[in-house]
């Protein structure tokens, strides 16, 4: 009878999972503290992004059975999939088993509350495992870059690169880093890589661009910026970082057409505004002198 019920609830799932929910509810008023059923209910809930519920069902499964480990790591996921990472530490850290899923999640959760050293050492584990996925070596290299682990950084995404080959997001941290060490020729070079393997965030080109000013290719920065304009146009980022390359070459004439049309795509800028202001300012005095 118990396999009669789990078969039907599995028939039903694609089709219509609710009367998949319907047959598992009945199930369990004949086996109220079936742990099949409970975990296969709270399976469903949880695919649906139905987190409380899961999370009261997988509450029940602990009732039955305190040491169930899958009902503890879903648990954790649940609380971290509505934000409560404190809650999902708690959970993860009941558990006695260890796998890369837990650990790249655990690491994550760390690094939600303010705490990156943790997060690090949470992580660096999962590299003793066989590791199929970019992510945590990118997670990992983040996180050493957010605690200033530049050179660290470096190295993993180094191991990243020997492992999945050249890879846009690879490229643009290293670039970062290298940026941050003031090794601004290995940044330009790991920025031209990213440009190739379609990095285009906002970010990507504030980056790309000051580090191709600082190398004496302004004229490539302020293209990057005027592409990142037209791919970005409502981002303040791109504008504020070219109207400040032309004022610091001045070119204030330029700098006034940019924040012109940034006043039309990014209206709320204080940033902009107050370099508007700045401009028109410079503008105004220049004019008064010259009569």
Not at 14 to 36: A, M, T
Not at 76 to 97: G, P, Q, R, V
Request: glycine residues 4%; aromatic residues 14%.
């Amino acid at each position: 009878m118990l396999n009669n019920i789990i078969w039907q609830a599995k028939m039903q799932l694609n089709k219509n999972w609710l009367e998949s929910k319907r047959i598992l509810l009945q199930g369990l008023k004949e086996f109220p503290q079936n742990v099949e059923i409970l975990l296969f209910m709270a399976e469903i809930y949880f695919s649906k992004k139905l987190f409380r519920k899961a999370i009261g069902v997988y509450h029940q499964v602990l009732k039955v059975e305190p040491g169930n480990e899958t009902a503890i790591f879903q648990l954790a996921n649940s609380f971290m999939a509505i934000n409560e990472y404190k809650l999902a530490i708690d959970y993860y850290n009941m558990l006695s088993t260890s796998f890369p899923e837990l650990l790249y999640n655990k690491a994550f959760a760390y690094s939600k509350i303010g705490r990156n050293n943790k997060s690090i050492e949470v992580l660096k584990p999962i590299f003793n495992y066989k590791v199929s996925s970019l992510l945590p070596y990118i997670f990992l290299a983040e996180l050493l870059f957010l605690e200033g682990k530049h050179e660290d950084s470096i190295k993993t995404l180094d191991k990243a690169e020997q492992k999945f080959g050249k890879h846009g997001n690879i490229s643009y941290l290293k670039g970062l880093a290298y940026f941050n060490l003031n090794i601004i020729l290995k940044a330009y070079v790991e920025f031209v890589a990213a440009e190739k393997l379609t990095i285009n965030s906002a970010n990507f080109y504030k980056n790309f661009a000051i580090t191709c000013d600082r190398i004496g290719k302004t004229d490539k920065a302020i293209a990057l910026l005027m592409d990142g304009i037209k791919k970005k146009p409502f981002d303040p980022i791109v504008y504020i970082e070219l109207i400040r390359i032309y004022i610091e070459h001045d070119r204030y004439g330029e700098a006034f057409s940019v924040a012109e049309l940034s006043k039309k795509n990014v209206p709320y800028s204080v940033t902009l505004s107050m370099l508007y202001d700045k401009i028109v300012l410079y503008l105004n005095d220049k004019k008064s002198r010259e009569e």
